[in-house]
């Protein structure tokens, strides 16, 4: 287990104005002082595919597949605050992506369906494009962080050019995640 490598196929949210925006976003949503981990946006990306544990001999097969999509650069328009499962049950804050939303989903059917041959089990969930910002950890201001994502529901975030497709390890620490990309399409 030592050796194994937890990895995920990735988007990242890289330009400094979006960036900027994410973080003011973040920062209206934290007024409310809910009990919610809140992504660093300097690290905010959107998952294709989770693959869990790897082995570093799985990374090759892999990055071929990441290959094989035939990734082509394209815009992605980021708006509108909302949330997983619903609002009377906020588990996860997202940011909608509107543009380039049929682009990411046509990416995630063929990495999940390459990446089937290679025996990661295929999501079961539909695709929904979003960038996860927080996640909740508790009941406390659950009520306030729900009407301040109603006031938010309409943010503009601005356009996001998505250049390559990445290969990312995650390594979990007690101040968040660091990611380190593996391979990049």
């Known amino acids: 287990m030592r050796n194994k490598i ?4 990735a988007v990242e949210i890289t330009d400094p104005v979006i960036v900027k925006k994410l973080e003011d976003a973040e920062k209206k949503l934290m007024s409310v002082q809910a009990a919610v981990k809140w992504v660093d946006p300097k690290i905010v990306h959107i998952t294709l ?12 097969p ?3 597949v990441m290959k094989d999509v035939g990734f082509k650069p394209f815009d992605i328009h980021i708006s509108n605050v909302g949330c997983f499962p619903n609002m009377n049950r906020p588990r996860v804050v997202w940011l909608g992506i509107e543009e380039g939303k049929e682009e990411l989903e046509a990416l995630y059917s063929q990495l999940n369906l390459k990446l089937k041959a290679l025996g990661f089990r295929p999501e079961e969930r539909r695709f929904r494009a979003h ?5 909740v950890k508790g009941k406390k201001g659950i009520h306030e962080l729900a009407g301040q994502i109603s006031r938010m529901k309409d943010v503009e975030i601005g356009v996001q050019r998505i250049e390559s497709l990445k290969l990312k390890k995650s390594t979990l620490t007690p ?3 660091i990611y380190e990309t593996l391979r990049e399409v």
């Open 6 to 9: 937890r990895a995920f196929l």
């Open 49 to 60: 595919k989770f693959l869990e544990d790897i082995l570093p001999a799985q990374i090759d």
């Open 62 to 64: 892999i990055f071929d």
């Open 131 to 135: 960038i996860t910002i927080g996640r």
């Open 175 to 177: 101040k968040g995640p």
